[in-house]
């Protein structure tokens, strides 16, 4: 889907796709679905994950947005199935970062990113 395009979806999640990634396995490199921002018509923005989810124990998969540096990141929140919609907080720029992760995290109460990521891309717009 390409940038400015229309994203109609039987969620009920209407507005305009303004960046996108290909996500891909970290172990294999291997296709893991798609990453989208969609824009709504009321200026909020929203992350849409298609991908396959990893199935963990003891533990849980949470997506975040990541700088190019690696170094400062945000938590949208659990991944908990094949399909997300996780809310951009309001004034947050995505351009600044662009890597969407999502990660293993254990059932430690430690709200950090563990290190351990399954599945990345990089959003383009």
Not at 107 to 113: F, I
């Amino acid at each position: 889907v390409g940038a400015g395009a229309i994203l109609s979806s039987g969620s009920g999640l209407d507005g305009a796709v303004v960046a996108s990634a290909p996500l891909a396995s970290l172990a294999d490199e291997s296709p893991a679905g798609t990453a989208r921002v969609v824009q709504r018509d009321d200026g909020s923005e929203v992350l849409v994950i298609d991908t396959t989810s990893v199935p963990v124990e003891d533990a849980y998969l949470e997506v975040w947005l990541i700088d190019t540096s690696v170094e400062g990141m945000i938590s949208l929140g659990p991944l908990t199935g094949d399909h997300a919609e996780l809310v951009i907080p309001a004034g947050f720029d995505v351009g600044a970062f662009p890597i969407v992760d999502i990660s293993v995290e254990p059932l430690d109460g430690v709200p950090t990113h563990s290190g351990d990521s399954v599945t990345r891309g990089v959003l383009q717009q």
